[in-house]
């Protein structure tokens, strides 16, 4: 079973990949993960990946395919596995795809968790994190003990720039513009599914069992 998550910043798709991984035992590939994997082990595709990084520039998508097909020829991927953060844009999709042709298989199913813009604004306005422990907190559903104070080491709970709604718009312009398309392109290989992120994690989830097999 191959998985791709789409969804917008803040709309809990990376929570969701970790339970559909446990439940069906299958990994969790996240392409940030690939990529500081790689770099640190010093693998050549990490080498390689490293030298646009180091100069500010994206990694190109023919580079990342490469980087993320050998993580899904491992072992572990055999049975399948749950993609977090690619592809982002129809033509990683499209190089993906035509790979998959070429070993005898395809994705899945796309699975989308529909959030609107305002909610994961309000959403991600609520974040509050520890800059020392990284522990993360919300004013909402995850409130910490004492205020502005992290229950972990007791040190100062902050906004961090990345969850301030000016932000948080910004980022979802550029999914919008990008990602948003993938969609349409997953629509229409007839893979896709969408399931309704503003209810609770546990109902999300319950939608994806719904559709994947319990």
């Known amino acids: 079973m191959k998985i791709i998550m789409l969804g917008a910043p803040g709309a809990g798709k990376g929570t969701q990949a970790s339970r559909i991984a446990e439940k069906y035992q299958i990994p969790h590939v996240s392409t940030g993960d690939i990529f500081r ?20 520039q994206l990694v190109p998508d023919e580079l ?3 980087i993320l097909l050998d993580r899904v020829a491992q072992d572990d991927c055999k049975n399948g596995y749950v993609l977090d953060g690619f592809p982002r844009t129809i033509p990683q999709a ?5 790979e998959l042709t070429k070993l005898g298989t395809k994705v ?38 004492t205020e502005g104070i992290c229950d972990n080491c007791g040190s100062e709970l902050v906004l961090r720039d990345d969850d301030k709604p000016e932000t948080v718009k910004k980022r979802l312009t550029v999914y919008h513009d990008q990602t948003q398309p993938l969609i349409d ?22 939608a994806i069992e719904n559709i994947l097999g319990a």
């Open 108 to 145: 899945d199913y796309a699975v989308n968790v529909e959030v609107p813009d305002e909610n994961i604004i309000g959403r991600m306005s609520g974040r509050r994190a520890c800059l020392k422990c990284g522990a993360t907190y919300h004013l909402e559903f995850l409130r910490p003990k």
């Open 94 to 98: 499209e190089v993906l795809d035509a």
């Open 37 to 56: 994997a790689n770099i640190k082990n010093g693998t050549d595709l990490g080498k390689e990946a490293k030298k646009y990084m180091d100069q500010g």
């Open 64 to 66: 990342t395919v490469r």
């Open 185 to 206: 392109y997953y629509t229409e290989k007839g893979v896709l599914k969408t399931v309704d992120g503003t209810v609770s994690p546990e109902q999300v989830f319950q």
